[in-house]
């Protein structure tokens, strides 16, 4: 589509994340947007109702201090070092524009990760220097930090479990990167580690160019409410704030504050629905295996599998017509044998088993 010659220059120049497909599709087994498949904690219900019967008329904290003080009670942080947006994209957004802008010194970050980094570089005219992964699909540490320790960088983005694989680093692996890259930022992106990862929120204390960004969307259930957190030293929080205030001083409404403190608030529930889906990801993934299924490790809520037999494209495309969406990425190139597959209920697994049972066997 032309761009219109009233729009700025830049904007021809986007391109804009795709988000994965939301259909209106009676009976689908949806497993492409890495939803909780379970609904949010009872508890989130009840603190929405109760802040949609009184004060909406009224414009809801600026600084969210309430979900603040929550967030930094579970985390072992104080309120200072804790930062909220609408939805961890937003939150994302502002911490490119804050740190990684350095007079055209590149932004380290490995070339398959979550797409929606590139687009935060075309928006901020950051340079993106792209870290091949390695043989394996796994983060190669040795060659982002020697990159970080030999010269000028804007930083490190880093999402920890990575996206789309599933692959986590531990904690050692990412104290080497924050030691490589003393002067610039390091932003671990945290969307997936309730399940299963190792979090470096116990690293800030520790190391004043350490960023965590997370997600109440995933593990929270709460993708329809739209609620990112940051953690860092209170410097890094101040700058996202003064960034958020010249922006949206109101980024996030009073039922998303109310429901997203009952939600952090709710531990039970929490680990239950985590490890529930733990669980069915670990059973997914030997399911998938006895298929043929080569099935990378993951400490996410999602599987990164392919089959020698089969062609991504055409396995997704077929999944569909059976009333099963995954999610198939066609570039980068490496990637197009892969699908990414959510994890769902055990009923909405076996689906897709059943599925796939019957499309390999028709394949062949």
Same mark, same amino acid.
């Given at each position: 589509?032309?761009?219109?010659?009233?729009?700025?220059?830049?904007?021809?120049?986007?391109?804009?994340?795709?988000?994965?497909?939301?259909?209106?599709?009676?009976?689908?087994?949806?497993?492409?947007?890495?939803?909780?498949?379970?609904?949010?904690?009872?508890?989130?219900?009840?603190?929405?109702?109760?802040?949609?019967?009184?004060?909406?008329?009224?414009?809801?904290?600026?600084? &969210?201090?309430?979900? %603040?003080?929550?967030?930094?009670?579970? @985390?072992?942080?104080?309120?200072?070092?804790? #930062?909220?947006?609408?939805? &961890?994209?937003?939150?994302?957004? @502002?911490?490119?524009?804050?740190?990684?802008?350095?007079?055209?010194?590149?932004?380290?970050?490995?070339?398959?990760?979550?797409?929606?980094?590139?687009?935060?570089?075309?928006?901020?005219?950051?340079?993106?220097?792209? /870290?091949?992964?390695?043989?394996?699909?796994?983060?190669?540490?040795?060659?982002?930090?020697?990159?970080?320790?030999?010269?000028?960088?804007?930083?490190?983005?880093?999402?920890?479990?990575?996206?789309?694989?599933?692959?986590?680093?531990?904690?050692?692996?990412?104290?080497?990167?924050?030691?490589?890259?003393? /002067?610039?930022?390091?932003?671990?992106?945290?969307?997936?580690?309730?399940?299963?990862?190792? &979090?470096?929120?116990?690293?800030?204390?520790?190391?004043?160019?350490?960023?965590?960004? @997370?997600?109440?969307?995933?593990?929270? &259930?709460?993708?329809?409410?739209?609620?990112?957190?940051?953690?860092?030293?209170?410097?890094?929080?101040?700058?996202?704030?003064?960034?958020?205030?010249? #922006?949206?001083?109101?980024?996030?409404?009073?039922?998303?504050?109310?429901?997203?403190?009952?939600?952090? /608030?709710?531990?039970?529930?929490?680990?239950?629905?985590?490890?529930?889906?733990?669980?069915? %990801?670990?059973?997914?993934?030997?399911?998938?295996?006895?298929?043929?299924?080569?099935?990378?490790?993951?400490?996410?809520?999602?599987? #990164?599998?392919?089959?020698?037999?089969?062609?991504?494209?055409?396995?997704?495309?077929?999944?569909?017509?059976?009333?099963?969406?995954?999610? @198939?990425?066609?570039?980068? /190139?490496?990637?197009?044998?892969?699908?990414?597959?959510?994890?769902?209920?055990?009923?909405?697994?076996?689906?897709?088993?059943?599925?796939?049972?019957?499309?390999?066997?028709?394949?062949?």
């Amino acid at each position: 589509m032309p761009i219109p010659s009233l729009c700025s220059p830049i904007v021809g120049r986007l391109e804009p994340y795709v988000p994965g497909e939301q259909p209106r599709i009676a009976g689908l087994v949806k497993l492409n947007t890495n939803e909780n498949p379970y609904p949010p904690s009872p508890r989130v219900i009840a603190a929405i109702e109760a802040a949609a019967r009184e004060g909406l008329q009224l414009y809801p904290d600026p600084q &969210s201090l309430a979900l %603040r003080e929550a967030l930094a009670v579970a @985390h072992g942080l104080q309120t200072d070092q804790v #930062f909220v947006g609408n939805g &961890s994209d937003e939150v994302l957004a @502002h911490a490119f524009f804050a740190f990684f802008q350095h007079a055209g010194e590149p932004l380290l970050m490995p070339d398959i990760t979550y797409s929606f980094y590139r687009v935060y570089c075309g928006l901020w005219g950051i340079s993106a220097e792209l /870290q091949p992964l390695d043989a394996g699909l796994a983060v190669d540490v040795d060659a982002l930090a020697a990159r970080a320790a030999q010269g000028p960088c804007a930083g490190i983005a880093l999402a920890n479990p990575n996206a789309p694989t599933g692959m986590g680093l531990p904690l050692a692996q990412i104290e080497r990167l924050l030691a490589a890259c003393p /002067q610039r930022l390091v932003l671990v992106d945290e969307a997936y580690v309730d399940f299963g990862g190792e &979090s470096a929120v116990g690293l800030v204390a520790c190391h004043p160019n350490l960023l965590v960004v @997370h997600t109440l969307s995933k593990s929270r &259930s709460l993708a329809g409410l739209r609620v990112g957190a940051a953690f860092g030293q209170s410097p890094l929080i101040d700058a996202l704030t003064r960034v958020k205030d010249s #922006f949206n001083s109101y980024p996030l409404d009073r039922l998303a504050q109310a429901g997203a403190r009952a939600a952090v /608030q709710d531990v039970t529930y929490f680990d239950e629905t985590r490890h529930a889906v733990m669980r069915s %990801r670990d059973g997914l993934a030997q399911a998938l295996a006895r298929l043929g299924f080569e099935v990378l490790p993951s400490q996410a809520n999602f599987l #990164f599998v392919r089959h020698p037999e089969c062609d991504g494209a055409q396995l997704a495309a077929q999944l569909r017509e059976r009333a099963v969406l995954v999610r @198939h990425f066609a570039r980068p /190139q490496r990637i197009a044998p892969y699908l990414r597959i959510s994890i769902g209920t055990p009923t909405q697994c076996d689906a897709l088993v059943q599925a796939l049972t019957a499309l390999l066997g028709s394949n062949r």
